[in-house]
C-alpha cells in the first residue's frame, strides 16, 4: 500500500516563505508524476504545481514565479517552495500521486497578518 504523508505547513505572513514536504512510502516502483493540489474553503480542489521524473514542471498561474516545486527521485519525496505567500494562497494542501491514485492527508498554509 502506497502512503504520502506532507509536512511544513503553518501559520505565515503575508510576503513570508515556507516549504511544504512529501514523503511517499509503501510498494513503489516507480513514481512518474507527483504533485501539489490545495483546497481553500468553499472551493474547489485546485492543481497548484507538478512534477515529472523528467524534471518537467507545471504550475498554476497563479503561483507562477513564486512556488517551486522539486523532487527526490531517491528517496520518493516531493517540495513546494513557496515565497511571497499572499492571503489568497490560504488553503490546505495535498501531496498527490496519480500513478497510484494516492492523495495526502493535507497541510493547512494560513496566510496572514
Known amino acids: 500500500q502506497v502512503q504520502a504523508v506532507e509536512s511544513g505547513g503553518g501559520l505565515v505572513q503575508p510576503g513570508g516563505s515556507l516549504r511544504l514536504s512529501c514523503a511517499a512510502s509503501?510498494?513503489?516502483?516507480?513514481?512518474?508524476?507527483m504533485g501539489w493540489y490545495r483546497q481553500a474553503p468553499g472551493k474547489l480542489r485546485e492543481l497548484v504545481a507538478r512534477i515529472f521524473s523528467s524534471g518537467i514542471t507545471n504550475y498554476a498561474d497563479s503561483v507562477k514565479g513564486r512556488f517551486t516545486i522539486s523532487r527526490d527521485n531517491a528517496n520518493n519525496s516531493v517540495y513546494l517552495q513557496m515565497n511571497t505567500l499572499k492571503p489568497e494562497d490560504t488553503a490546505v494542501y495535498y501531496c498527490?500521486?496519480?500513478?497510484?491514485?494516492?492523495w495526502g492527508q493535507g497541510t493547512q498554509v494560513t496566510v496572514s497578518s
Open positions: 498527490y500521486l496519480p500513478a497510484y491514485d494516492v
Open positions: 509503501g510498494s513503489i516502483s516507480s513514481i512518474s508524476a
